[in-house]
Nanobody
Framework: QVQLVESGGGLVQAGGSLRLSCAAS????????MGWFRQAPAKEREFVAA????????RYADAVKGRFTISRDNTKNTGYLQMNSLKPDDTAVYYC??????????????????WGQGTRVTVSV
């Protein structure tokens, strides 16, 4: 059973930065594609960013492009989401997700098999 544990959420002022981490309990992390999704109050879960198992391919939602950076360290079985220039609209619970897969970047929630418990990010004005 794959377990994902997010950390790094918190309260930050608009314009600030946070780095989220996602630690995975897998033997070979590089065989898992990873994504970040978020869910704001009263809204549906939405795609934020995704990265291939090797880390060479990434994709971002338009709302975060240029501000967020997804990365991973396969030697540490950990993925990251660096969030800069945060806005109040970025307030949400952020989830990391993983699926054992290669090939094209996966950005749909239903393509992911494993999910973390979420970490809350609150951006104040």
């Amino acid at each position: 059973q794959v377990q994902l544990v997010e950390s790094g959420g918190g309260l930050v002022q608009a314009g600030g930065s946070l780095r989220l981490s996602c630690a995975a309990s897998v033997r070979t992390f590089s065989t898992y594609a990873m994504g970040w999704f978020r869910q704001a109050p009263a809204k549906e879960r939405e795609f934020v960013a995704a990265i291939t198992g090797s880390g060479t391919g990434t994709r971002y939602a338009d709302a975060v492009k240029g501000r967020f950076t997804i990365s991973r360290d396969n030697t540490k079985n950990t993925g990251y989401l660096q969030m800069n220039s945060l806005k109040p609209d970025d307030t949400a619970v952020y989830y990391c997700a993983a699926v054992e897969a290669t090939g094209p970047i996966r950005w749909r929630a239903n393509e992911y098999h494993y999910w973390g418990q979420g970490t809350r990010v609150t951006v104040s004005v």
